[in-house]
């Protein structure tokens, strides 16, 4: 996921990203205009740049399942390919958030910061959660001994 979204990244800065969104659409053949076809094959080379740019961020059995394809239907099956894994590990860090809460014996520290790892991950997986949400869930799953400390919070934000 991180490495689609660089790739998003880059092709945005330059000027190419619409080569993920849609199709290259085949000059026709009767279209004799040098101007139409100058434009196809540079969009035809950008086109390949990227897809150059994808396989090159590819492990080596991505990339020979993908060699031969272009590259909005390469994209459009990397994601039917990594679309049922993604929502799999947003369903697990999902469950482990919200079903956390701090041990007994466990330092306050080193619980928020397991709590933290987990908004960290949804964010990088691009399901950031709201900051409010986030401190709220956290204080609800501290122990009884911070009852006080969390009603103080919520009475003085």
């Known amino acids: 996921m991180e490495r689609y979204r660089n790739l998003r990244t880059v092709l945005r800065s330059e000027g190419k990203l619409v080569h ?68 799999q590990e947003l369903f697990e860090i999902v469950k482990a958030f919200h079903t956390c809460k701090q041990e007994e014996c466990q330092s306050v520290n080193s619980y928020l910061l397991k709590m933290k790892s987990y908004l960290d991950t949804l964010e990088r997986i691009g399901y950031a959660m709201p900051n409010e949400l986030g401190v709220s869930l956290i204080l609800n799953s501290l122990n009884k001994d911070y009852d006080q400390f969390v009603q103080n919070y919520n009475m003085h934000s």
Not at 32 to 45: E, G, H, T, V
Request: glycine content about 2%; aromatic content about 8%; overall charge negative.
């Open 20 to 87: 993920l969104e849609q199709s290259l659409i085949p000059l026709p053949c009767h279209v004799a205009s040098q101007a139409a076809r100058d434009a196809f094959n540079a969009s035809y080379d950008a086109q390949n740049e990227v897809a150059c740019l994808m396989l090159g961020s590819m492990s080596p059995e991505l990339q020979r399942t993908l060699e031969n394809y272009k590259t909005y239907d390469m994209i459009q099956e990397l994601r039917t390919m990594f679309e049922m894994q993604a929502k």
